[in-house]
């Protein structure tokens, strides 16, 4: 059962942000709505590896947590947007700040890098094009 962000803000503030954008692909979605808005399938494309499924669950929690806006064109139905609420925008700085932490964390050896990352939790992804990387491209 999904919880409500109020449900999940009960406590420790901490918890409550760690709640909201848990999982691989929320913090993925948003780092990439930062550039602008975008399209299902134009996210779809960025983000490798996610399903069709997984991306259109997650696009509606996003929406339901207030972080993502879905706005449809009025001249053509079946064009949708999707776009960082204020909400969303203000992650922002923390999200571009994990990014520059895990360039660091990339450029320290292999040996200290496999240390600290847990195995499977960098599936696709290679030193020389972080996944930040191919979301801009």
Request: proline fraction near 4%.
């Amino acid at each position: 059962m999904r919880k409500s962000v109020r449900e999940l803000c009960r406590s420790d503030p901490f918890e409550c942000a760690l709640g909201v954008l848990c999982g691989k692909w929320k913090g993925m979605i948003l780092f990439s709505l930062l550039g602008g808005a975008q399209r299902y399938g134009e996210l779809r494309r960025v983000l490798l590896g996610i399903s069709e499924r997984t991306l259109a669950k997650q696009l509606c929690e996003l929406c339901a947590l207030g972080l993502v806006t879905r706005e449809v064109d009025a001249a053509c139905q079946s064009v949708v947007n999707y776009r960082l609420s204020a909400q969303g925008e203000a992650l922002g700085p923390a999200l571009r700040a994990m990014e520059a932490w895990g360039l660091q964390l990339l450029q320290q050896p292999a040996r200290v890098r496999d240390r600290v990352s847990p195995q499977g939790s960098n599936r696709g992804q290679t030193a020389d094009r972080p996944l930040s990387g191919r979301l801009r491209g």
